[in-house]
């Protein structure tokens, strides 16, 4: 299933550390790639009309790695990818571009992180409703939903303008 | 192979895993997350049950031992050291068992 030379840069990451986007962009860069793609996800401060005091994620971290693992080899089995980082801050996000929206989505469904919403008046776990249509639990990472996209040349996939880097999936496109 | 001690009173002995001959009983490692171990009060627990449960059966005894478990029951999953696992899944000497309520990364 996983190939160990697979380009592969997975982290999760603590909290309180500023994900360093330059050093998972440095992961993918090559010659060989035509095109970098970026995802970045962002937390946000209103839900439902009510203020979020503060984010509080968990994670079974060797789990949640192998679960990624497993949807990066998923998604190179349906796109030429050559490199792959993932880093996933236990701190929050929305939409992306082919590959990255696939892994996304499959993270959501199943890669075991939590989180927690708290606010002034109370305090709730978050559930991923990716997580709650997949339960019959397939095999990680299989791409059961993704489109059957041909690979495109994208120019520098956009980033937009995020105040607080939460999620960083990163991957070139041969 | 090392001739593991076992008590043999009325056990169909069978190989499992590594030993030689079956134990009569297994421990198991229980993890619990987020709202599972809001609800039990522990991170962690350890279960000793019969050799040749399954992963079902480990969690009937578990919300035997934490009845508030039941709130989740019906949308959390089991991993079985580290990879999602069905009921039926037979848990082996020192397999670490963890409970997954509806999960929210991304």
Sequence with gaps: MHNDQDKNLIEILDGNVLVDIAKYTNY????QA?????FSGTTRDTFDGKTVVELRYEAYVPMAVRQIQAICSSARATWKIHAISVAHRLVHH???????????????A????????????GEVWKENPEFMERRSM??????????????????????????????ACEMNLE | MAAAELKTENVDVKPVGNAAAA????????LFFARARDLTGAADTLLEVTSGS???????ELIARFPGLEEIRECMVLALNEE????????????????IPPISGG
């Design chain 1, 34 to 38: 035509g095109a970098i793609t970026t």
């Design chain 2, 54 to 60: 399954t992963a079902g059966d480990c969690l009937i």
């Design chain 2, 23 to 30: 134990a009569s009983s297994v421990n198991v490692r229980v």
């Design chain 1, 110 to 121: 199943t890669v075991p992180i939590w989180k927690k919403e708290v606010y002034s008046n």
């Design chain 1, 138 to 167: 397939e095999p990680a990472g299989k791409a059961v939903d993704a489109p059957n996209v041909a690979c495109r040349r994208i120019c520098c996939g956009a980033k937009s303008k995020v105040s607080d880097e939460s999620t």
């Design chain 2, 84 to 99: 999602y696992t069905s009921n039926s899944a037979v848990v082996k000497e020192n397999d670490e068992l963890a409970i």
């Design chain 1, 28 to 31: 993918v860069s090559d010659p």
């Design chain 1, 94 to 108: 929305a939409d992306a571009l082919d590959a990255c929206k696939f892994m996304i989505d499959e993270l959501k």
